[in-house]
């Protein structure tokens, strides 16, 4: 669901970083919200003031993660920025074990290890190509990322939608100081009603409601899906080839996630067996 996002928001004509983010934030903010209707009935409001700080913290972490992703496709290629957001597991285990306590497996830091490798040999391609700036926000957003999901795995589904929810609003309600809405012309509004109504929220409670039935380490497998099929889309459609450095980088990253995420499986398995 989520691979076309990268496509979508290069499809766009006119509409500028903070155009994008206002409609794309604003659309998917609503949708969260008409989904917390639905659950809630007249206790929404009571949901959104039950999320605590670290639902708080993850409200802001998510906002700041949203729009550097935007910034990041507008600013260096659809290829280099899902490569390099493809690292945010590794990240997560990184902050989890800082904010968390939670232990890192010797397979895990060796894998964070390659992981980074692979970014660098994307930045090192980036310096002086023009898309630098875009790399380090699509890192900068990996990050965020991370952090957002170790803060919605303390607190889980309580937190989760109210968070994607108040993001949403909360990204359209900065952005709309910078952003031009009534300029955008109804190619790209349609465009960002698609992306922001249906893609994005879809994409985000699939995958955070899949961890209730596969482990995570199988779920971020997954997500690796994006990270191969969205510039995919975008060489097929407009023609954007992914540099040499990127697909180098990509394989290093993907093979560190996978090679890790597989053992993890393999190890549970042997567990479950015994």
């Known amino acids: 669901m989520i691979s076309p996002d990268g496509l979508f928001m290069r499809l766009l004509s006119d509409a500028g970083t903070w155009d994008a983010i206002f409609y794309r934030s604003l659309f998917a903010g609503t949708t969260f919200a008409m989904v917390l209707l639905w659950q809630h009935r007249a206790q929404t409001l009571n949901v959104f003031f039950k999320i605590g700080k670290r639902g708080v913290l993850a409200v802001m972490a998510l906002t700041a993660s949203n729009m550097g992703f935007v910034a990041a496709i507008t600013h260096t290629t659809v290829a280099n920025t899902l490569v390099i957001l493809a690292i945010m597991p590794l990240f997560s285990a990184v902050l989890g074990w800082i904010i968390l306590g939670e232990k890192v497996a010797s397979r895990t ?30 890192l900068l957003t990996a990050i965020l990322q991370a952090l957002t999901l170790v803060l919605l795995r303390v607190d889980g589904e309580r937190v989760m939608v109210p968070a994607f929810c108040l993001s949403g609003f909360l990204a359209a309600a900065i952005s709309f100081g910078f952003a031009e809405p009534a ?50 889309w975008v060489w097929l459609v407009i023609g954007e080839v992914p540099t040499l450095a990127a697909a180098m980088g990509g394989i290093v990253i993907i093979g560190a996630i996978a090679g890790n995420s597989i ?12």
């Open 183 to 232: 300029g955008v012309p109804m190619h790209d509004i349609a465009l960002l009603v698609v992306l922001g109504f249906f893609i994005v929220p879809t994409a985000f409670l699939l995958f955070f409601s899949s961890v209730r039935y596969i482990p995570a380490a199988e779920a971020s497998l997954m997500v690796l899906l994006e990270t191969v099929l969205g510039p995919i």
């Open 263 to 274: 053992v993890a499986l393999r190890i549970k398995a042997d567990i479950a067996v015994s």
């Open 109 to 138: 830091r060796w894998a964070i290890l390659a992981g980074f490798f692979g970014v660098v040999i994307i930045f090192a391609d980036s310096l002086g190509g023009g898309t630098l700036t875009g790399d380090v926000l699509a």
